[in-house]
């Protein structure tokens, strides 16, 4: 079954149409700036671009930057705070005249890894995280998805909110080099280790794709690897969880 996969960013939205059995894309990837600000209405005509492009009429499924419960945006990071108590299911669902599930963006992204990965048969505690605009996170417990966990909001002992302190957007905003940059995302891996005591981190979000710039700068001692999906993950996982 075929199905739309849209990841919505604070900074871009992505989609392509998956082959949920394999996880591939079976259309080419499209991508447009995600509109400032973001707002409901501004989002929804948004989609509707991407079903436009694709020329779609089946179910879409959208990984959304902020906790969500039954299609209800509950807090909003890096996307307009009139987003929050919204039902982005029937929101995005009446916009586009297609059936629509939303889900959390990392959520979403974790369950393509769980899915089409070996960490499934990983026993212990895997935290999945996705570095981009902001810092997203999945928790996985004996290869399970335990959703809406938000390690990225989470105050360090410098006071600092992790993702304002060591998120991708942030490295380029303060034009950080990796060295420097690693140095700060240590802190915040060596921060969640000493909390939950995890067995293994993995990399997701933009930042996946250049793990070796800053890898051997980290010190941490819980093994740490990219997402076997990369930057993919959050569009094929989205469309596997609305199919």
Not at 54 to 61: A, E, L, M, T, V
Not at 187 to 212: Q, R, T, V
């Amino acid at each position: 079954m075929d199905v739309l996969g849209i990841d919505i960013g604070g900074s871009g939205i992505k989609g392509a149409i998956v082959n949920t059995k394999t996880g591939e894309f079976v259309s080419e990837r499209f991508r447009i700036d995600t509109p400032q600000p973001a707002k409901p209405k501004a989002i929804a005509e948004t989609i509707k671009v991407f079903v436009h492009e694709f020329k779609w009429k089946g179910n879409i499924g959208c990984g959304f930057p902020s906790v969500v419960q039954n299609g209800i945006i509950k807090t909003a990071a890096n996307i307009d705070k009139s987003f929050i108590g919204v039902n982005a299911n029937e929101l995005f669902s009446n916009a586009t005249k297609c059936t629509v599930k939303v889900f959390n963006d990392a959520d979403a992204a974790g369950f393509a890894e769980l899915t089409f990965s070996d960490v499934k048969s990983i026993k212990g505690l895997t935290i999945f995280l996705t570095i981009g605009t902001g810092i997203g996170s999945a928790f996985f417990k004996d290869g399970i998805l335990i959703p809406n966990t938000e390690l990225g909001h989470i105050y360090m002992k410098n006071g600092l909110v992790g993702e304002k302190y060591c998120s991708d957007a942030i490295r380029k905003q303060n034009d950080l080099d990796w060295k420097t940059w690693s140095t700060r995302f240590d802190e915040y891996l060596i921060y969640l280790e000493n909390l939950f005591y995890p067995d293994l981190f993995i990399i997701g979000g933009g930042a996946s794709k250049k793990i070796d710039k800053f890898q051997p700068y980290l010190t941490i001692r819980t093994p740490i690897q990219p997402s076997k999906l990369l930057n993919n993950a959050g569009i094929i996982g989205a469309a596997l969880l609305a199919k």
